[in-house]
């Protein structure tokens, strides 16, 4: 990096460098987490896949919400963003019923203080898209909260504003992925708050690490779906029987090859973008 700055952390997938006061530079790395647990083996171009998808979504959703994004680097996997305060809940909407949800309604008839109609199936689409906030674990899982412990976090009226723009978003990104064969089941979004005491969307948006995307013509509820992603990474972890605890295994190269492929497909179904053009100049993302 020819600029001094300062690195100030590093997450599961990026690391975080103050630009001044105002600017950090989130540059996404290669790196894996299945299960919470980040893998050794890396998936070559899979930061560069984050880094554009969210800057795609990031220039068509301005009119909803600002974000953070300042400047997309010329390496495809870095970007300059505002510096916020974070708040401390992930702002979940799904529209269908699968993953901890699913679990949560098993065991509970209830996702996050939402009552569902009995008799629903793994992976059925909700009759209306729900807000289900988690917790920002430090170490391990996040946790399924609902709306009063979500209030005792950040306040009422600024839970009420984040629940309408998290569904707002849902429902855009989710009508654009449908349109092009892509069932945006669940997604996991961010949200700061600048000096103004504005909401701004921030980290990542609608990429494959923060949501839950399946191929729609394989689409068949009642049992969990086939993903796009993660999930070729996830199965193999499974299938040799690895515990779920630190350290993960390493990955073989065609899973690594499976993963990238999925990964770059997920790019260009929803940018409608070649790979090699964002490669070649990310700001295509941006026009
Ligand atoms: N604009 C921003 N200002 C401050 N922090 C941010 C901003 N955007 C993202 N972050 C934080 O940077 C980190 C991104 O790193 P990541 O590897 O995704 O972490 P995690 O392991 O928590 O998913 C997260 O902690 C996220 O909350
Ligand atoms: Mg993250």
């Given at each position: 990096?020819?600029?001094?700055?300062?690195?100030?952390?590093?997450?599961?997938?990026?690391?975080?460098?103050?630009?001044d006061?105002e600017?950090?530079l989130?540059?996404?790395?290669?790196?894996?987490s299945?299960?919470?647990?980040?893998?050794?083996t890396d998936?070559p171009?899979k930061?560069?896949?984050?880094?554009?998808?969210?800057?795609?979504?990031?220039?068509?959703?301005?009119?909803?919400?600002?974000?953070?994004l300042?400047?997309?680097?010329?390496?495809?996997?870095?970007?300059?963003?505002k510096?916020?305060?974070?708040?401390?809940?992930?702002?979940?909407?799904?529209?269908?019923?699968?993953?901890?949800?699913?679990?949560d309604?098993?065991?509970?008839?209830?996702?996050?203080?939402?009552?569902l109609?009995?008799?629903?199936?793994e992976?059925e689409?909700?009759?209306?898209?729900?807000?289900?906030?988690?917790t920002k674990?430090?170490?391990?899982?996040?946790?399924?909260?609902?709306?009063?412990?979500?209030?005792?976090?950040?306040?009422?009226?600024?839970?009420?504003?984040v629940?309408?723009?998290a569904?707002?978003?849902?429902?855009?990104?989710?009508?654009?992925?449908?349109?092009?064969?892509?069932?945006?089941?669940?997604?996991?979004?961010?949200?700061?708050?600048?000096g103004?005491?504005r909401?701004?969307?921030?980290?990542?948006?609608?990429?494959?690490?923060?949501?839950?995307?399946?191929?729609?013509?394989?689409?068949?509820?009642g049992?969990?779906?086939?993903?796009?992603?993660k999930?070729?990474?996830r199965?193999y972890c499974?299938?040799?029987?690895?515990?779920?605890?630190?350290?993960?295994?390493?990955?073989p190269?065609?899973?690594?090859?499976?993963?990238?492929?999925?990964?770059?497909?997920?790019?260009e179904?929803?940018?409608?973008i070649?790979?090699?053009?964002?490669?070649a100049?990310?700001?295509?993302?941006?026009?």
């Open positions: 990096m020819p600029e001094a700055v300062l690195h100030v952390g590093s997450g599961k997938v990026r690391e975080l460098y103050a630009l006061a600017r950090l989130l540059v996404a790395s290669d790196r894996i299945t299960f919470d647990v980040v893998l050794p998936i171009d930061g560069r896949v984050l880094t554009g998808l969210s800057a795609f979504w990031f220039a068509r959703t301005g009119s909803v919400v600002p974000n953070h300042l400047a997309l680097r010329d390496d495809g996997r870095s970007t300059e963003c510096r916020l305060t974070m708040l401390p809940i992930e702002c979940v909407v799904r529209g269908y019923l699968s993953g901890s949800a699913w679990k309604y098993v065991t509970t008839g209830a996702v996050c203080g939402h009552r109609p009995p008799n629903l199936v992976s689409r909700l009759a209306e898209p729900i807000f289900t906030p988690a674990a430090t170490a391990g899982h996040d946790e399924n909260i609902d709306r009063a412990a979500a209030v005792e976090l950040v306040g009422e009226s600024r839970f009420d504003e629940e309408r723009v569904l707002e978003l849902y429902e855009l990104a989710a009508e654009h992925a449908q349109a092009r064969g892509i069932i945006l089941a669940d997604t996991k979004l961010e949200f700061g708050v600048d103004d005491g909401l701004v969307l921030a980290d990542e948006a609608f990429t494959p690490d923060s949501s839950r995307f399946w191929p729609a013509q394989d689409y068949e509820p049992r969990p779906q086939p993903s796009f992603d999930q070729y990474a199965d499974e299938s040799i029987g690895w515990d779920k605890t630190p350290p993960g295994p390493e990955l190269e065609e899973i690594v090859a499976g993963t990238r492929a999925r990964y770059v497909e997920a790019f179904r929803l940018t409608e070649a790979f090699d053009d964002y490669l100049d990310p700001e295509v993302v941006l026009r």
